[in-house]
């Protein structure tokens, strides 16, 4: 970003601030209704940059080697800073040890209906809804673990086959699409000052009309330093023992991270993350259009971590001994099921209510996270999405390397 553009969004967001702290009902109102619009933009160009830049990407490789050892270098480093943000996490619960809420508080959370949906909500069906039954659905839905597998299929085929007219006119019809995306995204990057004033003021007028317990002091904290600190020390630390320096980094990627804090959706955020790639890292388009997708699916730092600290927190007012055997099962189970967590709004929140619905436990406790799970959902996007941007950087390198 150039400084005039830097100033604009300070602006905007000092603006939304402002107007949050006011917290006049009739604007609240209308800046609800710009930052959903906003919102909605970004996911409309969300799904189809997903799997145009998937299929380009896979057909444009063609040698099964190189794919192969992209895809490996994604995984290992997406497996790597998960597992090490989940680590995080656990050591931080172990410090700071969140004590129990009043029971008086969780009794009358109970009935919420939030936590009563919850019920239904099984984590079988979330993985069975990932194998699609209509090519179409997945593309209504968003639903991008179904996509992803769709465009791995196509995108695969498509690089199998012998050269021919055919091929050549969808490959290129793909990239046109490509380009016109592209296009799209960069006139609302440049409309974007209102949307952050909306999605600030939201923000402002949320937390100054939330429920703060200060029960909950401690499990906030674990959950918010341990992303500040996978953020600003883990995986820079990654991108130092790979030789990338994580300062210039970090700058090209503002406009992505920025982005992520305020839809709090690393998959509607990805346009402008493989914008910034590309044109301000210099990433190839071949590695930026493959490794930020899949990222953007199945590398969930952030999300591993409040599952984790958020599970051992209901099961522990739940009255389950938490012991350390019990620490590093959940560890495991938080990043498996981080994984398998698709990119969008409270999708981490939704998980962890399965999984304790799952175990038996009372999940009325998750209606008194909700009220600050706003805050807590912003911080864990935006870690995700440079996660994102630090395992491409990571594989770009490395296959810069192994060339």
């Given at each position: 970003m150039n400084r005039k553009q830097i100033v604009i969004w300070i602006i905007a967001l000092a603006a939304g601030v402002g107007i949050g702290w006011l917290n006049i009902p009739a604007v609240n109102a209308v800046m609800d209704f710009l930052a959903t619009v906003y919102t909605r933009l970004f996911r409309l160009l969300a799904?189809?940059?997903?799997?145009?830049?998937?299929?380009?990407?896979?057909?444009?490789?063609?040698?099964?080697?190189?794919?192969?050892?992209?895809?490996?270098?994604?995984?290992?480093?997406?497996?790597?800073?998960?597992?090490?943000?989940?680590?995080?996490?656990?050591?931080?619960?172990?410090?700071?040890?969140?004590?129990?809420?009043p029971a008086a508080d969780i009794a009358a959370e109970t009935a919420n209906p939030l936590a009563e949906s919850a019920k239904s909500f099984s984590y079988a069906e979330h993985f069975l809804s990932i194998v699609p039954d209509n090519i179409v659905k997945p593309l209504l839905e968003g639903n991008v673990l179904s996509l992803l597998l769709l465009?791995?299929?196509?995108?695969?085929?498509?690089?199998?086959?012998?050269?021919?007219?055919?091929?050549?006119?969808?490959?290129?019809?793909?990239?046109?699409?490509q380009d016109i995306l592209f296009t799209l995204i960069r006139w609302l990057i440049a409309?974007?000052?209102?949307?952050?004033?909306?999605?600030?003021?939201?923000?402002?007028?949320?937390?100054?009309?939330?429920?703060?317990?200060?029960?909950?002091?401690?499990?906030?904290a674990v959950i918010l330093i341990g992303n500040v600190a996978q953020f600003a020390i883990v995986l820079p630390l990654f991108l130092l023992a790979k030789g990338i320096n994580?300062?210039?980094?970090?700058?090209?990627?503002?406009?992505?991270?920025?982005?992520?804090?305020?839809?709090?959706?690393?998959?509607?955020?990805?346009?402008?993350?493989?914008?910034?790639?590309?044109?301000?890292?210099?990433?190839?388009?071949?590695?930026?259009?493959?490794?930020?997708?899949?990222?953007?699916?199945?590398n969930m730092n952030g999300c591993a971590a409040f599952i984790l600290v958020t599970s051992l927190?209901?099961?522990?007012?739940?009255?389950?001994?938490?012991?350390?055997?019990?620490?590093?099962?959940?560890?495991?189970?938080?990043?498996?099921?981080?994984?398998?967590?698709?990119?969008?709004?409270?999708?981490?929140?939704?998980?962890?209510?399965?999984?304790?619905?799952g175990i038996g436990a009372n999940v009325g406790i998750m209606g008194i996270i909700l009220p600050i799970y706003t805050i807590i959902d912003m911080v864990e996007t935006a870690e995700n999405v440079w996660s994102d941007s630090c395992v491409c950087a990571i594989t770009s390198k490395t296959l810069e390397k192994a060339s």
């Open positions: 799904v189809p940059t997903i799997v145009v830049a998937v299929v380009t990407t896979l057909a444009s490789l063609g040698n099964g080697r190189e794919m192969g050892r992209m895809f490996r270098t994604t995984i290992t480093y997406t497996l790597l800073t998960t597992i090490s943000a989940a680590a995080v996490a656990l050591g931080l619960y172990v410090l700071i040890a969140p004590g129990n809420l465009c791995f299929a196509v995108g695969i085929a498509l690089a199998r086959m012998p050269e021919s007219g055919p091929k050549k006119t969808v490959i290129s019809g793909l990239a046109g699409i409309a974007l000052p209102p949307g952050i004033m909306a999605f600030a003021a939201q923000l402002t007028s949320e937390l100054g009309g939330g429920m703060v317990l200060d029960s909950l002091g401690k499990y906030v994580p300062v210039k980094t970090l700058k090209g990627m503002g406009q992505a991270v920025l982005m992520a804090l305020f839809t709090k959706s690393s998959a509607a955020t990805l346009p402008v993350t493989i914008q910034n790639a590309e044109e301000k890292l210099g990433i190839s388009p071949k590695v930026a259009r493959f490794v930020l997708p899949v990222c953007t699916t199945v927190f209901v099961m522990q007012n739940n009255g389950i001994a938490i012991t350390p055997a019990t620490m590093i099962l959940w560890l495991f189970i938080a990043v498996i099921s981080a994984v398998g967590n698709a990119g969008v709004p409270m999708g981490c929140y939704f998980l962890t209510l399965s999984l304790m619905s």
